[in-house]
């Protein structure tokens, strides 16, 4: 049942090897500050009445309010929020934004409900958890499934339940509702401002690097696109129905058009027409795109794609992770041992999260930026991050994702060790007893 976190976990254990963490501080990482579950009646178009179950998890909250996505996927369960409720901690830490770690969902197949249905349950779910979130307290986001207009809504029904305009109670919203330039690229953006530091680093010339990207949604298509305006060479995407394949290299931008032009919501890449002739592409499963031999595996979909029984076929030179949780910890030792090194999710997509705090400041100054700015801004962040955590684990001789949470933790535990730790209470000398 809790298979996911257990797996999450266990990143700590590797972590413990390196860190003196107090007991107080591992005993805080391992249980979420809160865990909600809701249930949303939703009245659907014919007339009947459904009740959808949603999750909305706090993990910790010590360096600042927590932040999180709302995922609609029917395979959400409370397990999946925890644990990416607790990489979201992580995550915030790893870059330093003032916050903790959240995250939210509903088991749905949004694809299955029409516009007016996933409005007024976008808006139910809301309703449920309005008590537990605000600008101050935890402000969800977009994540898998859920998008701006999404975001709108729910935006809009928790002003009118709080009968105030709080723009910063949700990030990545539409731009003429408050939401931030630059927040859809954002993930994207992030990830390649980490893979061109870790290119520049061991000398990967762009037009020499091929590039697979399992997940072409929103992170994973402007990844592709911007990296290949950044001169790498994308031979491969995949979504939920299938990939397509060229060894010449794919315009991300127009395999996006035709994905588009045929279904907006149905996620579609089977190639029969003009634009992928042009490409004299071949089409592949997911699986075997997981396995090309390909430079960058960019895993941009969902969580456990790459597990002990792919992990021995796996060809590409190194994996980049901006999904959460793509590769599970058993793969990880077998790709460590293999000498695949993996840029963890932690890092590589936390582009998002950043430019949704650049989001938040925003709404709560009223003062908006350009979008070279937001940019400017993002890159600062992430390649300053990049560069200290590929010299972490370089002077450690440890894994980039031991790195990450290393570092992240460090920041984590320095927090909570300033309120006070077991260490602290027992070793103050000369404190007067209290009657
Ligand atoms: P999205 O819904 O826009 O896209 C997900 C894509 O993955 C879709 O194209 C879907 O068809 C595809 N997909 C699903 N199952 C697949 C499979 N088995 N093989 C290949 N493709 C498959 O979601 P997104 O926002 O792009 O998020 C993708 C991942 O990135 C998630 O893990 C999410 O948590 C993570 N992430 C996203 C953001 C963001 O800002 N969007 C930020 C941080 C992390």
Same mark, same amino acid.
């Given at each position: ?17 390196? &860190? ?23 009245? @659907? ?17 010590? %360096? ?5 996505? &709302?995922?609609?996927?029917?395979? +959400? ?12 901690? &992580? ?9 903790? #770690? ?34 101050? %307290? ?5 994540? +898998? ?6 975001? #709108? ?31 859809? =690229? ?12 870790? =290119? ?10 091929? &590039? ?22 994308? +031979? !491969? ?16 931008? /127009? ?12 996620? @579609? ?8 002739? *042009? ?16 430079? +960058?595996?960019?895993?941009? !979909? ?36 293999? #000498? ?30 350009? *979008? ?11 390649? %300053?991050?990049?560069?200290? /955590?590929?010299?972490? !684990? ?11 949470? /290393? ?7 320095? =927090? @909570? ?19």
């Amino acid at each position: 049942m809790t298979a996911l976190f257990d797996d999450a976990q266990s990143r700590l254990t590797d972590v413990m090897k390196h &860190i003196e963490l107090s007991d107080d501080v591992l005993e805080r990482l391992q249980h979420p500050k809160l865990a909600l579950t809701v249930s949303i009646p939703v009245r @659907m178009d014919d007339g009947s009445l459904r009740v959808f179950t949603g999750y909305r998890v706090q993990f910790d909250d010590t %360096r600042g309010p927590t932040k999180g996505g &709302i995922r609609y996927h029917p395979a +959400v369960n409370l397990d999946e929020v925890t644990s990416l409720s607790f990489w979201m901690t &992580i995550k915030c830490a790893v870059v330093g934004l003032p916050f903790g #770690g959240a995250k939210g969902g509903i088991a749905v197949n949004p694809k299955e409900l029409s516009r007016l249905e996933l409005e007024r349950l976008s808006r139910g779910y809301i309703r449920a958890i309005a008590d537990v979130i605000g600008p101050k %307290r935890d402000i969800p986001a977009p994540d +898998v499934y859920t998008n701006a207009t999404i975001m #709108g809504w729910m935006a809009n029904e928790y002003d009118q339940i709080m009968r105030e305009q709080l723009p910063g109670v949700i990030t990545g919203k539409p731009v003429h509702l408050g939401g931030s330039l630059g927040r859809e =690229a954002a993930t994207g953006q992030g990830a390649l401002y980490v893979l061109q530091q870790w =290119a520049a680093r061991n000398q990967l010339d762009p037009g020499q690097t091929t &590039i697979a990207v399992q997940g072409f949604g929103n992170a994973g298509y402007h990844f592709a696109r911007l990296a290949s305006q950044a001169g790498f060479r994308i +031979v !491969a995407l995949s979504d939920s129905q299938g990939g397509i394949h060229s060894t010449a290299g794919l315009d991300p931008e /127009l395999i996006m058009q035709h994905k588009r032009t045929r279904r907006e919501l149905k996620a @579609m890449l089977y190639c029969d027409s003009s634009v992928c002739e *042009e490409a004299s592409y071949e089409a592949l499963s997911n699986a075997d795109l997981l396995e090309l031999d390909v430079d +960058v595996l960019v895993l941009a !979909a969902l969580e456990n794609q790459i597990t002990e029984q792919n992990a021995p076929q796996i060809h590409a030179r190194q994996l980049l992770e901006i999904a959460n949780g793509p590769v599970d910890s058993r793969a990880d030792t077998i790709l460590s041992e293999r #000498g695949i090194p993996v840029l963890p999710d932690v890092l590589v997509n936390a582009g998002g999260v950043t430019v949704s705090y650049f989001e938040w400041v925003q709404n709560r100054a009223g003062f908006y930026w350009d *979008e070279d700015e937001i940019n400017e801004r993002l890159k600062i962040i992430m390649d %300053r991050e990049a560069q200290c /955590l590929f010299e972490l !684990a370089d002077d450690k001789q440890i894994s980039l994702r031991t790195a990450a949470y /290393l570092h992240g933790i460090e920041r984590i535990s320095g =927090a @909570m060790t300033e309120h006070g730790t077991r260490e602290y209470f027992q070793k103050q000398p000369g404190t007067r007893q209290h009657a």
